[in-house]
């Protein structure tokens, strides 16, 4: 599935949206350990964190994945929107606790 | 072996602002170059961990990059200190001195030394009060 179908099939927010969303989730990974992420991730992955900060974007951006997935509302200000965009990450709004956010994701067969 | 490609790089202590940049050139610099993604991932990790530690645990330091001309590459992370008292201890998976600032963002799990140590095919560290130097080699597949 690519990022732009997740959207609209869950109606979560874009907070980069100037951004190409045609790039595929091919699964996800949870976690806001940022060393953890940064071993136990792979490539075309989302990244579902309540990390809201520029080191996010460097570890999502070295990693490989294909978006990250704010949960639990973590606040994802102007600057950080601005930075993603600038680096040509995805960043999406899912406003669901993390749990819930992934078992979405599993419903709609990611 | 011969080096074909070296490059350096200064880390500041705690700029977390720039934070993965050097990582991010190294990234670049391989892929333009034409270093497999696979070994490209694996030193993006190792980078990006060491960058961080020069960061958040030392008090600065320089990064050097060697791509050698049988495919491989070095990277050597030095500092000026404090250094690493318990080495042992240091690459115990989830032993760690992080500050609360630096837990605050997610560093701290005590895993970058280990998962630095697991992606390297070398892997040599040194440290003393005067600083630690941190060699890794990466080898291409032939
Ligand atoms: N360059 C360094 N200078 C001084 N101490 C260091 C250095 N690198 C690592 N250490 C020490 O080794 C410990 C373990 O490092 P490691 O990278 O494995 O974990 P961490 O940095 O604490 O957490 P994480 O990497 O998971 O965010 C650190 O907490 C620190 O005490
Ligand atoms: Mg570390």
């Not at chain 1, 350990?33 to 809201?52: D, F, H, R, Y």
């Not at chain 2, 170059?33 to 991932?41: A, C």
Request: proline share 4%; aromatic share 6%; glycine share 8%.
């Amino acid at each position: 599935m690519t990022i732009k179908e997740l959207i609209e099939k869950t109606g979560w927010k874009l907070a980069t949206p100037t951004l190409d969303t045609s790039a595929e989730i091919v699964g996800a990974y949870c976690g806001d350990l940022l060393s953890w992420v940064m071993g136990n991730g792979e490539p075309q992955q989302a990244w579902i964190t309540v990390q809201v900060h520029a080191n996010v974007i460097a570890v999502a951006l070295l990693r490989e994945f294909s978006c990250i997935i704010v949960a639990d509302g973590a606040n994802v200000t102007e600057e950080f929107a601005a930075k993603a965009a600038a680096e040509e990450l995805v960043v999406l709004e899912s406003g669901l606790p993390v749990f819930e956010s992934a078992k979405k994701l599993v419903e709609l067969g990611i | 072996m011969e080096s074909i490609l070296h490059k350096e790089y200064t880390v500041v202590q705690d700029d977390y602002v720039n934070a993965g940049k050097v990582s991010s050139d190294i990234k670049s610099t391989l892929a333009e170059i034409g270093i497999s993604p696979k070994v490209i991932r694996k030193i993006a990790v190792a980078s990006y961990e060491s960058e961080i530690n020069l960061i958040i645990h030392a008090w600065g330091g320089k990064v050097f990059m060697d791509v050698n001309d049988d495919g491989s590459v070095a990277l050597v992370f030095k500092d000026p200190g404090p250094g690493i008292p318990d080495l042992e201890k240091a690459l115990t998976p989830g032993w760690s001195t992080a500050s609360e600032k630096a837990r605050g963002m997610g560093f701290g799990a005590g895993m970058g030394l280990p998962n630095i140590q697991r992606v390297s095919d070398e892997f040599n560290i040194e440290s003393s009060p005067a600083g630690t130097t941190l060699s890794l080699l990466f080898r291409s597949p032939v």
